[in-house]
């Protein structure tokens, strides 16, 4: 799973968090979040499986949320 700005907003989006609360659950300051959904920073690997793993425990199917063209 690639881990891009538009994945990681919309994944947001779709658990209805703000950034701030977004960060809390990935125990994480909320300006990187930021940074991540602007392309100005992606996560690290140890962010990316925090972001999978929450997203498993969510229940969410990432396949979904991917962009299709």
């Not at 703000?18 to 940074?35: N, R």
């Given at each position: 799973?690639?881990?891009?700005?538009?994945?990681?907003?919309?994944?947001?989006?779709?658990?209805?968090?703000?950034?701030?609360?977004?960060?809390?659950?990935?125990?994480?300051p909320q300006p990187?979040?930021?940074?991540?959904?602007?392309?100005?920073?992606?996560?690290s690997r140890i962010?990316?499986?925090?972001?999978?793993?929450?997203?498993?425990?969510?229940?969410?199917?990432?396949?979904?949320?991917?962009?299709?063209?």
């Amino acid at each position: 799973m690639e881990w891009n700005k538009e994945l990681i907003k919309r994944f947001r989006k779709k658990l209805n968090l703000s950034q701030e609360k977004f960060a809390d659950l990935l125990d994480a300051p909320q300006p990187l979040i930021s940074q991540w959904e602007t392309g100005k920073r992606n996560p690290s690997r140890i962010s990316q499986k925090a972001l999978t793993l929450v997203a498993e425990k969510e229940g969410v199917d990432l396949s979904e949320l991917e962009e299709t063209d």
